[in-house]
Every structure is written in C-alpha cells, then in structure tokens.
T-cell receptor, first 116, second 115 residues
C-alpha cells in the first residue's frame, strides 16, 4: 500500500506570493490533516478534512486554507506569504471515519517551504 | 498549560543498549490516546506505537515498548537493543476524544545512537 504522498518536496517563494501544497492520502483513508513544523513553535495543527468538509481547525490566520476532493486528496493554500511561514508542512491521513482518538495518523514526507 | 512535556532535548545511547525517552501529559479527558513518532532528518513522521487510556497492558511493537503509568500521567518510550538507524527525533503526541482529530505534540527528543 502506498503511503501518504506530498508534493512538492521543496518550495521557495517570495513574500506576498501564494502557494498550494498537495497531499494524497493512503488509499481508503478519508481523513486528512495538515500540520506546520517550525523550530520555534514545534508541530502545530492547521486543519482536518473529512469527506470534503473541514472538520477541525487550529489557530492559524485565514491566509491558511485547505480543501479536500472527492477522492480524498487534499490541498493546502497559503496566501500573502510571510517570512514566518517558512516551515515543514506535513500532511497526515487516518482511516478513522469518526473522531477516534485511538486511530494513528500516518504522515507524508512533508513539503519544505522557504519564504524569502 | 503544556499538554505534552518531553524533558530531554537530547539523549545519547550506545549501540545495542536500551534507552528510555520520557513523556508526561496533561488532560482532563478520560478518553485519550498516546502516540510516539520518529522523525529522521528526511522529515517524514513515522508512527511507532500507540497506547489507549483504557488499555490495561503496556503496548509493545517489536523493539519499542511503552511504559504507561496512568496515575503519573507518563508514557515513556523504551527502545531496546538500539541500532544506528534509531538516531532521529522522537515525538510524543496525544489525541483526546474531546479534541477530535487533533494531535498535540511534545517538543521532541533528539536521540543519537553511538557505535
């Protein structure tokens, strides 16, 4: 079974631009979550999608948005990029159909975004 | 308040020895899950082991075991017979029933295995 696939692996953008990151979950997984990892803030939850609906959201500004398609693939968009958005963005999928606290998340390799 | 605390920023262990990585957590939710992940320098987060709040026995997965002490709110990861490939960052994480799908992570412990 293929794992979680994130594209691209690396991105370099300039301040003010926007960026779209893509995530394909493990086959059969309908829940997709996004996390931001920075040296200063650690791993922080962005949002989660299930069956094309945002089910949970972290404390990030509205510049961060996402969506999920009918095949469970997800995209994350960041508009008006700031230097502080430089981070590793990790996507994770889960088999859980409900909010099962005992269901592990399976992560992709991440997209490393650098904003200059 | 910090929900997941990992007090060891860095740990060193000799190859073939066992090592314990500490994790304490804070929650008022009676239903929760505790997870350990490994993150090599490549960036991927690899799921290692899970312990549920109602589990009576400590979880084990190959060389990984979880020392779960519910009253102390600790969930320490034990890696037996360390290998050079175990060198990585290790994260403890918690998922509470009331927080849905959200995983809360600790700050991580950088483990280095010496030959």
């Amino acid at each position: 079974k293929a794992g979680v696939t994130q594209t691209p692996r690396y991105l370099i953008k300039t301040r003010g631009q926007q960026v779209t990151l893509s995530c394909s979950p493990i086959s059969g997984h309908r829940s997709v979550s996004w996390y931001q990892q920075t040296p200063g803030q650690g791993l922080q939850f962005l949002f989660e999608y299930f069956s094309e609906t945002q089910r949970n959201k972290g404390n990030f500004p509205g510049r961060f948005s996402g969506r999920q398609f009918s095949n469970s693939r997800s995209e994350m968009n960041v508009s008006t990029l700031e230097l502080g958005d430089s981070a590793l963005y990790l996507c994770a999928s889960s088999h859980s159909s409900g909010n099962s606290y005992n269901s592990p998340l399976h992560f992709g390799n991440g997209t490393r975004l650098t904003v200059t | 308040a910090q929900k997941i605390t990992q007090t060891q920023p860095g740990m060193f262990v000799q190859e073939k020895e066992a090592v314990t990585l500490d994790c304490t957590y804070d929650t008022s939710d009676p239903s929760y899950g505790l997870f350990w992940y490994k993150q090599p320098s490549s960036g991927e987060m690899i799921f290692l082991i899970y312990q549920g709040s109602y589990d009576q026995q400590n979880a084990t997965e190959g060389r990984y075991s979880l020392n779960f002490q519910k009253a102390r709110k600790s969930a320490n990861l034990v890696i037996s017979a360390s290998q050079l490939g175990d060198s990585a960052m290790y994260f403890c994480a918690m998922r509470e029933e009331t927080s849905g799908s959200r995983l809360t992570f600790g700050e991580g412990t950088q483990l280095t295995v010496n030959p």
